[in-house]
């Protein structure tokens, strides 16, 4: 067993622009723009600017040409996650490890360089068209060989590190890819939903949560379910073509301030039901937070045995009911908000409504 994966390294997304992602990016949600890689650092034909708040880093990569795979995954897809990158300490026993153990190889380990230093990286597929990249820094100061500093502030809205990375699967594929990152990248079964947790009157889907032992990486899988209408995965499959990543959660240590900040800055929230605080308070209990607060933000609130959590959904971030983001702040509980589950749903299923989808 090798030493496995350290933490997320970075996300990468493919876009259509970007130049304007870049933007939307640091007004939006308050990431500094740190560096650049194009034409002009002699990369052709792929631009990407790297984008940091805190602990995340994310990639924002356009294709310039037209016979660029990335122009056809583009296409496929429109803008989303095409790489969850993980950083290692032993880059050849995790990829040894994931390609004997069944992972298709995209990139076997190699070296790559530039006039910082050198680090190792590899990369396998996983669901639908996405990709796990490995990184061995070694010490290697920038951030990837290539990028160039291109630094432009961002009013930073208090985003920690990634919570979470959801995967959207077709029917019937979740048990298998709960059992592939098991296998592969020693993930395992952490807890799961059934149709039962995951349901309103007409729609529903199943999840199980695979996570590493020190829970660091935590990787929900959905898979639709059958109900009366259709399952807000299988719209997601529906727009994607494939399997993808539905959200990434971003955790914060004072989401009153958040969602302030990502309000004002005029991130599109997902509404709270009517009625949703006549009686989550005694769902709940007792919390940190000023009640009356988390209410005028319509923030989400849930507990579990350990604790209770905070949180709160974007509406899809581009054209395509594909990619949205989730805030979330953990006081105690390692769960993933399922009292919310039904409220949120609901919403859901309006829009999926509205989109002529359900
Ligand atoms: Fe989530």
Redesign the pocket.
């Known amino acids: 067993m090798s030493q496995g994966l350290k933490q997320i390294h970075h996300i990468e997304f493919v876009v259509g622009n970007a130049k304007q992602a870049s933007y939307f990016y640091r007004q939006g949600f308050g990431f500094d723009q740190v560096a650049y890689r194009g034409p002009e650092t002699g990369c052709p034909d792929r631009v990407s600017y790297l984008l940091k708040q805190n602990d995340i880093g994310l990639i924002l990569t356009t294709p310039l040409r037209h016979d660029d795979p990335l122009s056809t995954w583009l296409m496929l897809h429109g803008d989303g996650v095409r790489d969850i990158a993980f950083e290692v300490e032993d880059i050849e026993g995790v990829y040894d490890q994931a390609v004997s153990n069944g992972a298709r190889s995209f990139c076997a380990p190699k070296t790559v360089s530039d006039g910082q230093g050198a680090i190792k990286m590899a990369a396998i597929h996983t669901y639908g068209e996405t990709l796990h990249t490995f990184v061995q820094r070694d010490g290697y100061d920038g951030f990837l060989p290539g990028f160039e500093a291109a630094e432009i502030k961002g009013r930073s809205t208090g985003l920690q590190f990634v919570d ?1 990375v ?1 995967g959207n699967l077709p029917d019937r594929q979740m048990e298998k890819w709960v059992a592939w990152y098991d296998r592969t990248l020693g993930l395992s079964k952490f807890v799961s939903y059934d149709d039962k947790d995951i349901s309103t009157e007409y729609t529903a889907l199943r999840s199980t949560v695979v996570a590493s032992k020190d829970r660091k990486i935590k990787f ?1 899988l959905n898979e639709p379910a059958a109900g009366k209408k259709k399952s807000q995965i299988q719209e997601y499959i529906d727009a994607n073509l494939t399997a993808g990543v539905q ?1 990434l ?1 971003f955790n914060t240590d004072n989401i009153l301030e958040t969602i302030k900040a990502l309000r004002e800055n005029g991130v599109d929230f997902l509404p709270v039901p009517e009625g949703y605080y006549d009686d989550v308070w005694e769902r709940v209990g007792v919390v940190q937070e000023d009640k009356s607060k988390v209410k005028d933000l319509r923030i989400l609130v849930d507990r579990d045995d350990a604790g209770y959590l905070l ?1 709160l959904f974007t509406r899809p971030l581009q054209d395509r009911p594909t990619f949205f983001i ?1 805030i ?1 702040q953990r006081s105690g509980s390692d769960s ?2 399922k009292g919310n589950f039904k409220a949120l749903f609901e919403t859901i299923e309006q829009e999926q409504t509205l989109r002529g989808n359900l």
């Open positions: 979470h959801v929900p959200h959660a949180q989730e979330i993933f908000g």
